[in-house]
């Protein structure tokens, strides 16, 4: 990884869900951002989450962790980390995903993870870009003109 191309790590609870996350790959591309992809679960392999999650730091920037239901997998990682943690909370057909997103916002003290909405894969890279611009200048043009885009001029 070169020192002026963030990397983001993508985790996620399910194979299921990897489709969801197409939205998310396809923003961070637009924006040059390096990334890959693991899928691990907080309730059916902890150890692989928390091991990615405490060598995080060498390889990435930033993570997205997106899962559905019970979504611990958001907090488990930033439990294991200091790099920033977007949580994005994955739509079920059980609670509409809002049982997701309540997990994914209700963090203890000390372990903050950012929240996008529902199903918010795009939204998810765009987070992701305004926090990386802070370290990386050459980010900020490219989500300005994102923003001019969405405002149509």
């Known amino acids: 990884m070169g020192k002026n191309i963030p990397k983001v790590g993508i985790i996620v609870g ?24 693991a899928v691990a679960s907080a309730h059916r392999t902890p150890q692989k989450v928390e091991e990615y999650a405490r060598l995080a730091e060498k390889k990435y920037d930033l993570i997205i962790a997106a899962a559905g239901m019970a979504a611990a997998l958001p907090g488990v990682v930033a439990a294991h980390t200091t790099l920033p943690v977007i949580g994005l909370p ?64």
Do not use: W
């Open 14 to 37: 399910s194979e299921s869900d990897l489709e969801l996350l197409k939205k998310t790959e396809r923003q961070l591309k637009k924006f040059g951002i390096n990334y890959d992809i």
């Open 90 to 153: 994955i739509h079920s057909p059980a609670l509409s995903g809002h049982d997701a997103l309540f997990a994914i916002v209700q963090m203890p003290p000390g372990v903050p993870v950012a929240t996008v909405a529902i199903d918010g894969a795009k939204n998810a890279a765009v987070l992701a870009a305004q926090i990386l611009a802070l370290k990386f200048p050459n980010l900020a043009a490219k989500l300005k003109k994102l923003k001019k885009e969405l405002s149509g001029s």
